[in-house]
């Protein structure tokens, strides 16, 4: 049964045709593009069935008020020029629409280009290369509590929430130290296997929310992280970045003596040791980070070069943000569960944790549901790691108000953007690490870090604003395409709250400064691109979509870009349950205790006092490595 009507469909059909009018190599979209659409949508969140309708109904009220005919009766040429029209409009009263419609040509593409003989008439890689192994024997010790058919009750030492970077981390340390763990997932455990099917699909299956999530403000934003064993270190490009000195400066000036560079040193070094942190060789890096290092030297940028990160094995598929086909990548998925599964802990998945359980104030454990059936863990004590949108709520949702020490509140993310470039030679970027190589110049000046941010041709094309010819023209050169990202080092200026069915709501306004820095960073890479040689360069903004020559980007240097104009995503929230000295701006201290709640502790990116400015995984582990050790000195 459709979840259309016949009137939505028609509609959806001649989207297609307008989005993907088919070009030497794309086939035309069409009816089976809709169907696809369709089933992909059938799968998913009722909410995300809700919006694309709404979408579609606006599309036609739009059509009709500039036409006086519904969107499927006009021809499609005129489609085509319709949406390209609002698709590049900046102006703040088009946001509403531009958005809709970017969310219904986004379902669109990603349904059409998702095509294994599409990739291989454009020369693309469709499919990772795995190789597959045996169970291992601690497999034994995980259960998959959403098949179980009654209720399931277990106490344990330390129950924690989350197997991220943060809780898989300090469950690890303190099963080597013979303590009794038991490790609570919602989502589920893949292996490398899993991850060599469609990518869209493993997109949709390890994201929370589907890969959707979106934040409200001035500039909706997409958020993004993992719903899965290792949480978002699965699906991530495995960066591994020590915090700035300057920033734990500034956590020192706060009080929080403890995190001082010269006290994390080595529990930093102690998780670098164990996920294999170093540079990728040359050869998995690919091609565009030599584009990169030319327009930089052209430019005379010098403090640019390859990444440190967690994958020493790494032969450069380029698929990391859909789980690593190998397990080069030591995520927590194949490093810190495992050996934490190996000395002694136990791992159930399918989970969702409801509240945490108290017994006069203090935490004596968690309670949740996996496919309806009651689930019970009690403790001695409790630790909190499911990210920094989700750990707020769960807090709530145990009687811990929202707001109190900051509670929910603070939110930073790094808000990022990304310029395309265009280049005459071959580049083919899906072969290589997609976030190998950094600019880091300018962090410390102006707040902005540049990384690679490459993603494979359907979530490229899905993740841009362009229909019609463009877009076919855009995917028929993308074996000759760079991409290169953006972000900036933020002030929490968001938060987040419990929504329609407990999903969270994350309000987040990009500030003035901000905005400024995300144009000079748009600015900054369009130069090097065309430095480096690109014959067009297609920043991700409306009315800035597409520069052909360098007095271009003078001029976008020149005007005011406002924030609403920016397709902008995020992969770094932080701070909503921050770490200080005093409860009424805090909600842990520096033992990560919860203040005001015995045995309740929180380890994972909620509690960073503030933005880092690099990507944060290490600073968590680290911190959950240090964390560990204080919790073990609590049970002796």
């Known amino acids: 049964m459709s979840i259309l009507s016949d009137r939505e469909h028609r509609t959806l059909v001649a989207l297609c045709e307008a989005v993907v009018p088919g070009g030497r190599l794309i086939p035309a979209g069409d009816d089976a593009t809709a169907r696809r659409a369709e089933g992909v949508l059938a799968q998913g969140d009722p909410l995300e069935v809700t919006a694309i309708r709404g979408g579609l109904a606006l599309l036609d009220a739009w059509t009709f008020a500039r036409t006086l005919r519904p969107f499927a009766r006009l021809d499609r040429h005129r489609r085509e020029q319709l949406l390209a029209e609002i698709s590049d409009r900046s102006e703040s009263r088009h946001v509403p629409l531009r958005l809709a419609i970017r969310a219904l040509v986004s379902v669109v593409k990603a349904a059409h280009f998702d095509d294994r003989a599409l990739f291989a008439r454009l020369g693309c890689v469709y499919s990772p290369d ?262 707020p709520l769960l807090l709530v949702r145990s009687g811990l108000l929202h707001g109190r020490g900051g509670l929910g509140r603070n939110l930073t993310i790094h808000p990022a953007g990304g310029v395309a470039a265009i280049f005459d030679e071959v580049v083919d970027g899906s072969r290589g690490v997609p976030q190998g190589y950094a600019i880091t110049q300018f962090r410390r000046s102006e707040g902005l870090t540049f990384e690679g941010a490459f993603v494979p041709l359907e979530m490229a094309t899905a993740s841009n604003g362009m229909v019609g010819r463009t877009l076919v023209a855009f995917a028929e050169s993308f074996n000759h395409m760079a991409l290169f990202g953006y972000m900036v080092s933020d002030k929490g200026s968001g938060g987040v709250r419990a929504g329609p069915g407990g999903r969270p709501v994350v309000w987040y306004s990009v500030g003035e400064r901000d905005r400024a820095r995300l144009q000079r960073g748009a600015v900054l890479l369009s130069r090097i691109w065309f430095e480096a040689g690109a014959r067009r360069v297609l920043p991700a903004i409306a009315g800035w979509s597409r520069l052909d020559m360098p007095a271009d980007v003078d001029r976008m240097a020149r005007a005011h870009i406002p924030a609403h104009a920016m397709d902008l995503s995020a992969y770094h929230p932080l701070g909503t349950a921050r770490m200080g000295l005093d409860p009424r701006t805090s909600v842990v201290g520096l033992d990560h205790a919860v203040h005001g709640a015995a045995g309740l502790y929180v380890v994972d990116g909620s509690v960073l006092p503030s933005s880092l400015g690099v990507n944060p995984m290490l600073t968590i582990m680290a911190m959950a490595t240090r964390a560990a050790e204080i919790l073990d000195g609590r049970f002796k």
């Open 130 to 391: 795995v190789s597959r192994e045996k169970a291992p024997r601690w497999m034994a010790a995980v259960t998959d509590a959403s098949t179980i058919e009654g209720p399931l009750e277990i106490a344990c030492d330390v129950v924690v929430v989350g197997t991220g970077a943060g809780g898989a981390v300090i469950a690890k340390e303190l099963a080597e130290r013979g303590h009794a763990v038991a490790m609570v997932e919602e989502g589920a455990y893949y292996g490398r296997a899993d991850f060599a099917g469609e990518r869209l699909a493993n997109y949709r299956k390890m994201y929370r929310h589907r890969g959707t999530f979106l934040t409200l403000g001035n500039v909706p934003i997409m958020l993004p992280t993992g719903r899965t064993v290792g949480g978002t270190t699965t699906i991530n490009s495995g960066t591994c970045f020590r915090a700035p000195p300057d920033v734990l400066a500034q956590w020192v000036e706060q009080g929080l003596s403890d995190l001082a560079p010269e006290r994390l040193a080595r529990h930093y070094a102690r998780v670098e040791r164990l996920i294999g942190v170093g540079v990728n060789s040359p050869a998995s890096l690919g091609r565009i980070p030599a584009l990169v290092a030319r327009g930089c030297e052209r430019l005379g940028i010098s403090d640019h070069g390859p990444l440190l990160r967690n994958a020493p094995e790494c032969d450069g598929q380029g698929v990391c943000c859909f789980g690593c086909p190998t397990d080069a990548k030591r995520s927590t998925n194949v490093s810190y569960v495992p050996l934490a599964l190996q000395k002694g802990a136990r791992l159930l998945t399918g989970v969702r944790v409801e509240r945490v359980l108290f017994d006069h104030g203090a935490a004596v454990g968690i309670e949740g549901h996996a496919n309806g059936v009651a689930v019970r863990v009690g403790a001695r004590a409790t630790v909190i790691a499911c990210g920094t949108l989700e750990t």
